[in-house]
């Protein structure tokens, strides 16, 4: 979508085909029934940050106003009886300094080694090896075993979706740069407070068909062809939708190789793509009676299953609803969703004193939520091998992890290659 949306900003007709019945991919809405009501979830909860640049500026340009759609609150770390981290509303990199000063829960030493870390890898241009994990960077920059617990790996783990100790080092450094080194505003927290269908696809796709571009829901493309005067021949399992002049793959790289199966000269696409790996999230919804809140929209857990617990009541969700969220592979995977739940429910009510039984609890998992972000990782470019057919996705070549951030920005860089060579043509047409 933020391909199509950036296209149709330049004026250039586009034609989405969606497989779902809904927009968003890995970040949609999702319609359940829970004690006899409908009720609108996500199928995971999102936490974007500031320095998401492209994803407001694309929000902004098909009318989704993030001031209104996302709540916006400043760097907060609280892992309750554990430790607590505010960053102060001070210019960068003052506010990363005094939130690690003011930091409650850790001692000096802590407090100096974690501003050690970040100054060292600020003078080190905030390169790593590109062979090294975050767990050996740490473990090189001597980070205390607290602020790992607490601070560093929750981050990675976040950011990543991957565990420290298999995670790129590389790509963990950039999302520091970008965020706690970036400027004011950049490690502000960006918590969605409507579902993920208004917060950006649902909202583009609007602003594309206002553009005179089509948005084609419940049409997966079963077949691309190359077209013998140029361009490609695309069909779905009841349709044959004729030939269009640039293509855009925006899937999912497991949902690749079959489309580009019949294409000459991807078959070092297909095999990149299949050296990827998967790490799973699952969020966990609880209700509780409405009354029900956190002292924060947002707090850390270090020593469960459970990572991180978002109040949606505090997000322009109903009251009492939370969404518990557990990333990457762990052993939380050998539960029933069932016993997930109850022991989520258990560690909730560790820290929450009085806490009553959930009215209801949904469990949703992904298990390829996003590649495995490791050292090394080969991503392919936006170009491909074939004229006129470019890629878009988290996957894509990039310094990010797969994250929102990601995919919309090579969804922008996808739809300007295209534009480029649109232009390209128009002009030798002239
Ligand atoms: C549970 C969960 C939690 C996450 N949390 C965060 C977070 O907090 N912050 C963050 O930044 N990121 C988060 N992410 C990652 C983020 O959601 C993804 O990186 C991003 O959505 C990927 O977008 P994409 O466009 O690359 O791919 P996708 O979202 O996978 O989109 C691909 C689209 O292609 C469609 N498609 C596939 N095959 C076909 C076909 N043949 N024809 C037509 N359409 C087809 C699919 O239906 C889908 O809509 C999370 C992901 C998950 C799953």
């Known amino acids: 979508m933020a391909a199509a949306a950036e296209l149709s900003a330049r004026g250039i007709p586009v034609t989405v085909f969606e497989a779902s019945a809904v927009l968003g991919g890995r970040a949609r809405a999702v319609s359940i029934v829970k004690a006899g009501k409908r009720t609108t979830v996500d199928n995971g909860q999102h936490l974007l940050i500031g320095a998401y640049r492209e994803t407001q500026r694309l929000m902004r340009l098909v009318g989704a106003d993030p001031g ?75 980070q205390p075993a607290r602020l790992c617990k607490f601070i560093w790996e929750p981050l990675c783990l976040a ?29 502000d927290l960006l918590l969605p407070r409507a579902d993920l269908g208004a917060l950006f696809p649902d909202v583009a796709a609007r602003y594309v068909e206002g553009a005179g ?67 799973p999230i699952v969020t966990c919804y609880l209700a509780y009676p409405p009354t029900v809140r956190l002292a924060s929209a947002m707090q850390g857990h270090a020593d469960g299953l459970v990572q991180w617990l978002f109040d949606r009541g505090q997000l322009g969700g109903p009251a ?48 390829r939520a996003t590649f495995a972000c490791v050292p090394g990782l080969d991503r392919p470019a936006a170009a491909t091998a074939v004229p006129g057919l470019f890629l878009a996705g988290d996957y894509v070549a990039s310094d990010y992890p797969a994250t929102l951030e990601s995919a919309v920005r090579s969804g922008v860089n996808a739809a300007k290659c ?7 043509f128009a002009n030798r047409a002239a």
């Open 418 to 424: 295209a534009a480029r060579r649109a232009a390209a």
């Open 213 to 279: 571009g089509r948005v084609l829901k419940n049409e997966a493309i079963r077949h691309i062809a190359q077209a013998s005067g140029g361009g490609f021949m695309l069909r779905s399992a009841a349709t044959d939708h004729g030939r269009y002049a640039q293509l855009i793959l925006a899937v999912a790289p497991y949902h690749l190789a079959a489309l580009i199966a019949e294409l000459p000269g991807l078959d070092e696409l297909g095999r990149q793509v299949a050296k990827l790996t998967w790490e």
């Open 159 to 187: 950011a990543l979706n991957t565990p420290a100790d298999a995670a790129s080092a590389e790509v963990f450094v950039t999302v520091l740069q970008d965020s706690l080194g970036g400027a004011t505003g950049a490690s």
């Open 320 to 367: 009492g609803l939370f969404a518990a969220v557990i990333s990457a592979h762990g052993r939380h995977q050998a539960l029933s969703q069932e016993q997930l739940a109850a022991r989520i429910h258990e560690e909730i009510a560790a820290v929450t004193p009085g806490l009553p039984a959930p009215l209801w609890s949904q469990v949703i998992s992904e298990k």
């Open 68 to 142: 209104q759609l996302l709540a916006r609150l400043p760097l907060a770390l609280n892992f309750p009886g554990e430790i607590s981290i505010r960053a102060p509303r001070l210019p960068a990199p003052l506010h990363l300094a005094a939130a690690l000063l003011g930091a409650r829960g850790l001692n000096l030493s802590e407090k100096f080694a974690a501003i050690r870390f970040m100054r060292r890898l600020k003078k080190d241009r905030f390169q790593a090896q590109q062979d090294d994990t975050v767990a050996a960077l740490l473990e090189r920059h001597g």
